[in-house]
């Protein structure tokens, strides 16, 4: 098995790239978000359908309203009992709690909605979500993919029909902090070679 | 607004990359595919759980094993009557049957698992593979997420464990056919500014 490795630009995108929860204020070009949305375009779904929509929010007060219904329910989830344990400490670890200044505080919010219909909706948006991460970042743009506790009250806001899922609202914008990169799997670890639980030879770097 | 917009390599390389049903059965350097897993295992996923589990197979014995699972499901789902017949013509104009040569033809297969239990396993996993695709593409590597009919049968035959669901197996190789990208919707077609059905100012392009 020969497996030399030289880097790449994908690669070297998605090894910087960090989930950022804190974002300057400072406004950012709209056009390198719609080259990130075009590129997201570009990404192959089932059927073809392109089931996925994107509503680009740079309207404030749009965004408090977002920020306080997305709130309201973080409270109640955050609060939960029945929240796991080793949760709720990765969450203290992180200092993530109900409040999500993000969403007032980044200049762009990216909302992306899933047509219910299409086959492999879900899974075509998300695919498309990963391009849609790697060109922010090549753009120098940071991002999170927020998941609202409350998706269906969210969407209503946003006018998004009963016949779409909202699957994430990304802010996007200017980092406000300089975090580590959670730590990832190895090659490895995370790779078997023809079946489950057989490992790739040692040493072998992708 | 102020929208101006210049390429770059993400775009480029989503732009570039179409969804490939036939591969020459020429090996590749199993490192560029190694270099594309690596990529994916630098997604962001719900609480950092990364889900995905990666089986890359290159034995001709367990392609065949899976091509034979999948084309026996394959037939059901061609010749089911439920079978909408706007999907049907989709199908035929491209002459897709039930018959999945790229199972055998693609030098590496590579089946990709998530873990069920963690937080948004499946939308993860998708990112995930959406970095995989365009690092595929950057090395030159035609790809195509196909997913079985059947994915707890073939699984199985992968040995992978009940609490993980098998999202795909993508061949890869080098492109057999030379085909058209299919189209896809533009900017305005697919974003809205602040709110669902408010179209972005003509003349808009990222």
């Known amino acids: 098995m020969v497996a030399h490795s030289t880097g790449g630009v994908v690669l070297s995108l998605a090894s910087k790239r960090r989930s950022i929860r804190r974002y300057r204020r400072d406004s950012i070009n709209i056009g390198d978000v719609l080259y990130a949305i075009k590129a997201a375009l570009q990404a192959p779904s089932g059927a073809n359908m392109q089931p996925w929509r994107f509503v680009v929010v ?3 007060k ?5 920020r306080e219904v997305c709130e309201e329910w973080e409270k ?3 609060e939960s009992p029945t929240l796991p344990a080793w949760f709720r400490e990765w969450l203290r670890r992180r200092g993530i709690t109900w409040r999500k200044d993000f969403l007032t505080d980044a200049p762009v919010l990216v909302a992306v ?9 879900r899974e075509s948006t998300w695919l498309a979500i990963g391009y849609l991460l790697l060109a922010l970042e090549e753009r120098g743009l940071a991002s999170l993919t927020y998941t609202p506790p409350n998706p269906r009250r969210v969407a209503a806001i946003l006018g998004i029909p009963e016949d779409y899922t909202l699957e994430t609202i990304i802010p996007v914008g200017l980092p406000g902090e300089d975090k580590a990169k ?3 799997m190895s090659l490895r670890e995370a790779v ?7 490992q790739l030879p040692e040493g072998v770097e992708g």
Chains 1, 2 share one sequence.
């Open 58 to 60: 740079v309207d404030p």
């Open 76 to 78: 109640r989830f955050h």
């Open 62 to 66: 749009m965004k408090v309203r977002l």
């Open 113 to 121: 909605a899933a047509y219910k219909k299409a086959p492999y909706a």
């Open 182 to 184: 959670e730590p990832r």
């Open 192 to 198: 078997y070679l023809d079946s489950w639980g057989k």
